[in-house]
């Protein structure tokens, strides 16, 4: 079962191209986070939203309560944007994240 | 440091070793897990800690594994007898409040069994 499923799996896009990488997740939430992940390298905190659309730099984020989805836009691509994206959720009754498995993105110049 | 820090970075064990992974919390925070992430999956729960106290082990996957945070800051998993299957890489992250508020990761160990 898997709570959270994010799409693509893979994505590879020119630099400079609009990007959107897609997360539902199944279960009543109190908060979604987006997280970024360099190969061999930690996780960075992105986004964490309960609802409508923030915004930093080149990334926005969205979700639809209702719907049950978020996406994770990122505006005139650059290689060092290269990184797997993850979709993590906060659900409403217990104590942990669900993650989904996440999206490789490779920037091309 | 600002950040969650996590050591060692990297850690080799023969199978029947036992390992012990560090986290660091950012201080102040009160709220720290632990992640098992697999090569190419998302992380996976394995434990929570509010304060010292472990409010959830639910996610630990058996009894091999053993997580403390006595003091209520630093914490420390700790895997019994490896075994291959252990080979992941280990997240801790931490936050202020609960999970409902920003959550901010280590780089994670990883730790090959072989």
């Known amino acids: 079962k898997n709570e959270v499923e994010q799409s693509p799996q893979n994505l590879t896009a020119q630099e400079g191209e609009f990007i959107t990488i897609n997360c539902s997740y199944s279960?009543?939430?109190?908060?979604l986070h987006w997280l970024q992940q360099h190969p061999g390298g930690g996780i960075v905190s992105l986004f964490m939203l309960s609802s409508g659309k923030k915004k930093h730099g080149r990334l926005i984020a969205t979700i639809n309560i209702q719907e049950k989805h978020s996406s994770l836009h990122i505006t005139a691509s650059h290689p060092r944007d290269s990184a797997v994206y993850i979709c993590a959720v906060s659900e409403v009754t217990g104590n942990q994240f669900y993650f989904g498995t996440g999206t490789s993105l490779t920037v091309i110049p | 440091g600002a950040g969650v820090s996590q050591s060692p970075r990297y850690k080799v064990a023969k199978r029947g070793q036992d390992v012990a992974l560090r986290c660091d919390p950012i201080?102040?925070?009160?709220?720290l897990f632990w992640y098992q992430q697999a090569l190419g999956q998302g992380p996976e729960f394995l434990t929570y800690?509010?304060?010292?106290?472990?409010?959830?082990k639910s996610g630990l996957p058996s009894d091999r594994f053993f997580a403390e945070r006595p003091e209520g800051s630093v914490s420390t998993l700790k895997i019994q007898r490896t075994q291959q299957e252990d080979s992941a890489v280990y997240l801790c992250?931490?936050?202020?409040?609960?999970?409902?508020?920003?959550?901010?990761f280590g780089q994670g160990t990883r730790l090959t069994v072989v």
């Open positions: 279960v009543g939430i109190s908060a």
């Open positions: 201080s102040g925070h009160v709220s």
């Open positions: 992250a931490s936050s202020l409040a609960g999970r409902d508020t920003e959550a901010f």
């Open positions: 800690f509010q304060n010292e106290a472990q409010l959830d």
